[in-house]
């Protein structure tokens, strides 16, 4: 039977009137201060105790919510004793000013006249946003920045990680909401050149955020910086379209079209009555507009599409060596038609190994190869389909000049003009995601001043010309050092544990960066502790995991592509729990032929599911513990259908 206490006394106001005046601070460190002094608070749980009623807003708090706020779900035996003993020792240290009271089945906090750094918080926020809606910008951006002042640092630091779980994210968002809406405000007031470094700074931290990443394109283009204002979209595109699995929304997508043409609007507390033109660059001689395109209308605005590298990418030397040699090789700076169109660069690779990556990383060394600029697009669609190719070539059209409401309806006839647009130009094209030859072939060059580098799970062998690069797992010392950069100081003080890790991930580099930011989200995680939360196969898929990084989907994506004989024997094969077998061993369990079975296995390989690993004795094929743990999840049907 919870532990009974009988009801306070209801303070007099003229008791209170005669108290020092008190001050409640949640939005940092967790502070009780009254006329200026810091009032004692005893622990974690009594700060996590005066936090939580602090947040109720002088309602009744509940017993079971405060002790799953304090405990989590598994409290003490005397848990309704503790909370009487802190809900008293907070009532004798607070003194008179506030009410503490007990009403079953909980507690509740009344200030009286104290205040808490949160309420004020959310009041000057809520007015800023007001003012913001209503063009009042300047007392916006006044407003908000106060609003904003109240924060020193961490919110509910000191109080337990219960707490902290429920009501950080809430009081985070409101924090980010309030700071958009001031750098909006400081936008409008034309204050774009000042904030371009925060700007970076909270997109590097929020990068799924699609707000502030267009404000950051904003400023950079009123700064005459369109190119990196096209790359910040790129990046965002291809972390919320490939990886997130997701477009931009159609507000940022207007922005970008927006930079495209040069239509951006200026401040709006000083909006010129023009749009801004695009800086004039000179053309190049015999350049002519295409009868759609009126003469000038893009003219000196050069695509930079690339995506920004990855900050911790490490390793793929030798690729990094063979790609640069065949980007920038002695065909690159061969006059027009003075010799034969170069065949693309293709790096295969399975699901999670990082191609796209390195793609990116060769094609920012080759960058400054190419000066009449890069081109870059993504063949995937969000449902996992292919893009249209006339839908791709339209979009790069746009980027090479070309007026967008006057071209071709045809793709034969996109394809011309957009290789006419190449012509004698270099250029360097980038296709990410292909799944098959058709949506290549459109895209590719025909111009031996270009080069196109294209990634795919497929070899893609048909494909006249290509050089090919398989993209797998890294080696050991290039996982480990990619676990290292991105994972900090506690990666490299347990070198035993970091090494559990890398195996357990088969040294997949989507697997490494998902366990990566595990521990940057958990400070209190030992690489210890993550590699034994790994280690138990039936979990590892589900550990594998944060927010939409997920190498379960990344893996399983492939397997509907598959031929059904392909899909029977991944699951036997998955089932057997061999790492690799020969087609004799494949014959055995699928009973069919070693030439069937052998078949079968290509096929896999084929799509990055499986490895060939030629053997002095007899050709084996390798099943990675990822793909094994993905086939054996999914239901027999699936493998068969």
């Not at 939580?52 to 309704?80: E, F, H, K, Y």
């Not at 027009?336 to 796209?356: D, E, Q």
């Not at 296709?431 to 080069?451: F, G, I, K």
């Amino acid at each position: 039977m919870p532990y009974a206490e009988a009801p306070d006394t209801v303070e007099q106001p003229s008791a209170r009137q005669a108290a020092p005046a008190l001050e409640f601070r949640l939005l940092g460190p967790v502070e009780a201060v009254a006329d200026g002094r810091e009032i004692r608070l005893d622990g974690a749980k009594q700060r996590s105790v005066l936090a939580a009623l602090l947040l109720s807003d002088g309602q009744l708090l509940p017993d079971d919510r405060l002790s799953s706020l304090i405990w989590g779900w598994d409290p003490p035996a005397t848990w309704t004793a503790q909370l009487h003993t802190y809900a008293s020792r907070l009532r004798s240290r607070l003194g008179p000013q506030v009410d503490l009271v007990r009403r079953t089945p909980g507690y509740r906090l009344d200030i009286g006249a104290g205040r808490v750094d949160l309420h004020e918080f959310r009041r000057d926020a809520d007015l800023g946003r007001r003012a913001l809606e209503a063009g009042e910008y300047a007392r916006a951006a006044d407003l908000l920045s106060a609003a904003l002042a109240h924060w020193r640092g961490t919110p509910l630091t000191g109080v337990t990680e219960q707490l902290a779980e429920k009501e950080l994210p809430g009081l985070e968002e409101s924090r980010l909401a309030a700071l958009e809406n001031r750098i909006e405000a400081d936008l409008a007031l034309g204050g774009h050149r000042a904030a371009v470094p925060e700007l970076r700074r909270l997109v590097a931290e929020h990068p799924t955020r699609e707000r502030v990443r267009g404000q950051l394109m904003t400023a950079l283009y009123r700064c005459d910086r369109q190119s990196d204002a096209l790359e910040v979209y790129e990046q965002g595109r291809r972390l919320l379209d490939e990886e997130l699995g997701v477009h931009p929304g159609p507000t940022l997508r207007e922005l970008h079209r927006q930079v495209l043409c040069s239509t951006v609007p200026g401040p709006a507390a000083e909006r010129p009555t023009t749009a801004p033109a695009a800086i004039p660059v000179p053309s190049r001689a015999g350049d002519e507009s295409p009868p759609d395109q009126p003469a000038g209308a893009w003219e000196g605005l050069l695509p930079a599409m690339l995506p920004p590298v990855t900050a911790d990418f490490v390793g793929r030397q030798r690729h990094l060596a063979a790609l640069q040699e065949a980007l920038v090789g002695a065909p690159q700076d061969a006059p027009a038609g003075s010799a034969a169109p170069v065949g693309p660069v293709v790096l295969t690779g399975g699901a999670g190994s990082g191609k796209s990556a390195l793609a990116v990383q060769a094609a920012h060394l080759a960058r400054a190869a190419f000066p009449d600029g890069v081109l870059h697009a993504d063949l995937r669609g969000p449902d996992g389909h292919p893009r249209d190719p006339a839908r791709v070539l339209h979009g790069f059209l746009c980027a090479l000049g070309a007026d967008g409401r006057g071209l071709p309806g045809t793709t034969d006839e996109l394809v011309r003009l957009y290789r006419s647009r190449l012509a004698g130009r270099k250029v360097l094209v980038v296709l990410d995601n292909a799944e098959d030859e058709r949506s290549v072939r459109p895209l590719l060059t025909a111009d031996a001043c270009s080069r196109t580098v294209v990634t795919s799970r497929s070899a893609l062998g048909t494909i006249e010309g290509a050089r090919r690069f398989r993209v797998g797992a890294l080696d050991f010392p290039e996982a480990y050092q990619l676990l290292a950069a991105a994972g900090g100081e506690r990666v490299s003080a347990d070198p035993a544990a970091t090494a559990r890790i890398v195996e357990l991930c088969d040294r997949l580099p989507l697997a490494l960066r998902i366990c990566a930011g595990r521990l940057a989200a958990r400070p209190h995680w030992t690489t210890a502790r993550l590699a034994d939360r790994l280690a138990p196969a039936e979990h590892r898929l589900d550990e594998l995991r944060l927010g939409d990084l997920d190498v379960r989907a990344s893996l399983a994506a492939d397997l509907p592509r598959l031929h059904p004989d392909a899909r029977t024997a991944l699951g036997a094969i998955a089932r057997a729990g061999v790492d690799s077998v020969t087609p004799g061993d494949a014959a055995e369990l699928l009973r069919s032929s070693a030439y069937e079975a052998e078949e079968v296995l290509e096929q896999l390989t084929g799509a990055r599911l499986m490895t060939a690993d030629p053997d002095p004795a007899e050709l084996r094929y390798r099943i990675a513990s990822l793909v094994r743990l993905v086939a054996l999840e999914l239901p027999a049907a699936a493998l068969v259908a």
